[in-house]
């Protein structure tokens, strides 16, 4: 069983910048593949960014370039930084572990 909190949501302005943090309770962190999702009003959830155990990522075309995955094994934290924001990336962001483990969201709302 593997729990995770996300923290770091708020309120910023088009351009600006915000770091997501979700932690993570049990000792198979080190091996897990962890994903931030995001979900806007009325639409799908949709995947963001992955990283494998080793450190591979992948990212959604509207965000390459701009948003940043990464982890700390010694933290149990996987991390999101995002950059020059846009409206369109207002929504509530969930961490996922192995796509079977998710956190209660944050919300995330970039105002023009």
């Known amino acids: 069983q593997v729990q995770l909190v996300e923290s770091g949501g708020g309120l910023v302005q088009a351009g600006g910048s915000l770091r997501l943090s979700c932690a993570a309770s049990g000792s198979a962190f080190p091996f897990l593949r962890l994903g931030w999702y995001r979900q806007a009003p009325g639409k799908q959830r949709d995947l963001v960014a992955t990283i494998t155990a080793v450190g591979r990522t992948t990212y959604a075309d509207s965000v390459k370039g701009r948003f940043t995955i990464s982890r700390d094994n010694t933290k149990n934290t996987v991390y999101l930084q995002m950059n020059t924001l846009k409206p369109e990336d207002t929504a509530v962001y969930y961490c996922?572990?192995?796509?079977?483990?998710w956190g209660q969201g944050t919300q995330v709302t970039v105002s023009s």
């Open positions: 996922a572990a192995n796509d079977v483990y």
